[in-house]
C-alpha cells in the first residue's frame, strides 16, 4: 500500500486516541507546524511544561482548520487503499467527531498525570531542563521517547489492536470491512510510525526546539515512501 510515512504518523495517532483517549494524544499535536510557546516554569517545572504545552496542543486541535486539516491528510491516506478507500473514509468521517471530542475533554493536569510527568521523582528532567534552557524542546523529546516506548511494547500494541476491533461494531455496515483492515494495516501502521519516530526529527520540524534553519514537516517527510510489507 502506497502512502507518506508523514500520513502514516497521523493514522496511528487517530488510531492510538481511539484505543486509549488518555494516552498520549498530545503526540497528534508533534506533527503539525503548531508554534508552541515556551512556558515559564514554576516550581515543578517538568509538571508545568507538560500542562501548559497539553494546555496549547488542545487549544490548537480545537481550531476549525486544523480539524479540517487533519481529515483532508487521512482521506488522502484512504486513497492510497484502493481495495478499501470508500469503507476507510467511512470510518474516517465516523471517528473523526469522536477524536476531537476525546481530545477536548483531555484536562492537561490529569494527563501530565497520566503520563508520569507530575511526580516529585523527576529530578532527571527537571535538571535537563534548567540546563537546557529549551523546555518545550525537552518535553518534545520525552514525549517522543515515551510514544517509541509503547510502539515496541507488545502488549500495548496488542492492546491497540483488542480495542479498535471491539470500536469495529459500532460501525453499522461496515463491521467486517473495518475489522479487515485493522487486522491488516494497524501492525504496518505501527511498525512505520516507530520507523518514522526514530528516523525524523519532529521536534524541530514543528519548532518545538531550535534550529539555525526553521524546516517544516515536509522537510523531514519523504515525498515519496511506502509501506514497509
Known sequence: ???????????????????????????????????VVAPKLKNNEVCTVCENFTTQAIEYMAENKTQEEIIKTLHHACSQIKAFEEECISLVNYYASLFFNEISKIKPEDFCKEVNLCESSLSYYKNALRTN?????????????????????????????EMLLKECS????????????????????????????EKSDICSAVRACQ??????????????????A
Open 170 to 197: 459500532k460501525v453499522q455496515n461496515h463491521v467486517q470491512q473495518c475489522k479487515r483492515l485493522v487486522i491488516q494495516y494497524t501492525p504496518l501502521i505501527l511498525m512505520n510510525g516507530e520507523k518514522f519516530l
Open 211 to 228: 534550529v539555525s534553519k526553521e524546516p517544516s514537516i515536509e522537510s523531514v517527510v519523504p515525498k515519496k515512501a511506502s509501506i514497509d
Open 1 to 35: 500500500m502506497g502512502s507518506k510515512q508523514g500520513l502514516l504518523f497521523l493514522l496511528l495517532v487517530f488510531c492510538w486516541t481511539i484505543a486509549n483517549a488518555r494516552t498520549f494524544v498530545s503526540t497528534d499535536i508533534i506533527v503539525t507546524e503548531y508554534v
Open 133 to 161: 534552557g529549551n523546555s518545550t524542546c525537552e518535553f518534545c523529546h520525552h514525549m517522543i521517547d515515551e510514544i517509541l516506548t509503547k510502539l515496541k511494547d507488545p502488549d500495548a500494541q496488542f492492546e491497540i489492536l
